[in-house]
């Protein structure tokens, strides 16, 4: 089969391997699609821990093509998502409930072979069933979405509350959708890109900023702006150290700042403590996806998650190396790797 191989620190090939042969445990999937994500470009440049050689893709949904004989949840036809985030059940944050931060953690697609390919195989208690009649890409975003719940959680945003979303990517715009749906009433997205801020109204943003307009803090939570006194809740979407920074800022006295995007290995930010201490300000971080996925899945099964308008590209391996080897083209939102482009 084809695959898209990290071979090295800054070094990608599209190689031939051997179809994987599922264990008693595992499903095999003929992958339909798998997005890519910031950190398969942090991966490619050293900026987040892997094991090379090693197929990358995280975001992958397909059909199931075969299944280990100890399955019995899943049988060849059915579509399916995989969660890539395998905890050992063992370690203390494990028996804590916290399989996110297990001290094993394996990730398909970063430490193991992953969905870059024509076919994966995952542990069956990773792949969670999706409507065969679904659209085969939607499941890809099963994954991001999932990471999305993790954080809006932490959020705990409640009905009525007002929240500044900080970046236009496809974590941003899912993020959009589920602080609506969450009961927010004011939702503001923070972007650049005038084509993200047209789609963040459509898919439920009250209001949108571009932040290069003027000094967004004042804009935002200034006495004559969207949020005077600022938001319940901020949730940093970018991975980049100015909205990292901003994000406490932006955020009400007493509020909520949760910090979602994933910045490279070893970049620092300034924070003023006393900022925090004086207002109180809950500074949050959320890592990928436990227990969510599943929800996840039943959102986009049921249409309450908009997907499409999502969809930038769809490319093949080939392309798929060069976009992970370069900064995203302007307006980007998501490419969707697809077996046989």
């Known amino acids: 089969m084809k695959a898209l ?70 049988h060849p036809g059915m579509r399916v998502t995989g969660d890539p985030n395998i905890s050992c059940g063992r370690c203390p944050e494990c028996k804590r409930g916290r399989v996110n931060l297990c001290r094993n953690l394996q990730a398909i697609g970063i430490h193991r072979d992953g969905g870059f390919a024509e076919y994966v195989c995952m542990p069956e208690q990773q792949a969670f069933a999706l409507p065969g009649d679904l659209d085969p890409l939607h499941g890809a975003f099963c994954e991001p979405l999932a990471c999305c719940l993790h954080g809006v959680d932490m959020a705990e945003i409640k009905t009525g509350y007002s929240v500044v979303v900080l970046g236009g990517g496809v974590i941003g715009l899912l993020v959009v959708q589920l602080a609506r749906l969450a009961g927010a009433t004011r939702v503001v997205l923070a972007t650049r890109n005038a084509g993200k801020r047209r789609l963040a109204k459509d898919l439920g943003a009250t209001a949108t900023i571009d932040p290069s307009s003027g000094d967004i803090v004042d804009l935002i939570s200034g006495d004559g702006g969207i949020l005077p006194g600022g938001a319940d809740v901020v949730i940093e979407c970018a991975g980049v150290t100015e909205t990292v920074e901003e994000a406490p800022r932006l955020a009400r006295k007493g ?6 995007g994933v910045m490279p290995q070893g970049v620092k930010v300034s924070i003023e403590p006393f900022d925090l201490l004086f207002r109180e300000i809950r500074l949050l971080s959320s890592f990928v996806n436990p227990f969510t996925h599943a929800r996840a899945a039943d959102l986009i099964a049921t249409g309450a998650i908009k997907v499409e308008p999502l969809i930038s590209r769809k490319i093949g391996f080939d ?3 060069r976009t992970i080897a370069n900064p995203p083209p302007a307006g980007e939102i998501r490419a969707l790797v697809i077996p046989g482009l």
């Open 255 to 260: 509020g909520t700042a949760v910090i979602l």
């Open 5 to 74: 191989r990290l071979e090295a620190i800054g070094r990608l090939a599209v190689s031939d391997l051997e179809k994987p042969v599922p264990g008693p445990n595992d499903v095999l999937v003929k992958v339909d699609a798998c997005g890519i994500c910031g950190t398969d470009r942090h991966l490619f440049l050293g900026e987040f821990p892997s094991k090379p050689p090693v197929t990358l893709g995280h975001e992958f949904t397909g059909i199931v093509e075969a299944v280990g004989r100890d399955v019995t949840a899943f």
């Open 319 to 321: 392309e798929a190396a």
